[in-house]
Nanobody
Framework: QVQLVESGGGLVQAGGSLRLSCAASGRTFNSYTLGWFRQAPGKEREFVATINWNNGGITNYAGSVKGRFTISRDYAKNTLYLQMDSLKPEDTAVYYC???????????WGQGTQVTVSS
């Protein structure tokens, strides 16, 4: 059974930093794309960043977070990270970890972790 467990959310002032973690278990993720999505109140869930689990760890970022957020993974710990710097109030959302198979035949989600940025 695949499990994605996020942690690291919280309340931070604008300009501050947080690091989210996503502990992945239940299978190997070779060739998967792992990523972070977020959903603010009253809005649809949106893409934040993704990384190929192998394949050189190619990354992709939403324009709104590029240069401020960094996605990374630790093979030994089977963990995904999102380092968030220079946080803004508009980054406030529930952040979800996602693991997607290469052809989309499997798509897993974590339970989410709340990030609140105060002005």
């Amino acid at each position: 059974q695949v499990q994605l467990v996020e942690s690291g959310g919280g309340l931070v002032q604008a300009g501050g930093s947080l690091r989210l973690s996503c502990a992945a278990s239940g299978r190997t993720f070779n060739s998967y794309t792992l990523g972070w999505f977020r959903q603010a109140p009253g809005k649809e869930r949106e893409f934040v960043a993704t990384i190929n689990w192998n394949n050189g760890g190619i990354t992709n970022y939403a324009g709104s977070v590029k240069g401020r957020f960094t996605i990374s993974r630790d093979y030994a710990k089977n963990t995904l990270y999102l380092q968030m710097d220079s946080l803004k109030p508009e980054d406030t959302a529930v952040y979800y970890c996602n693991a997607r198979a290469p052809l989309g035949q499997y798509n897993y989600w974590g339970q989410g972790t709340q990030v609140t940025v105060s002005s």
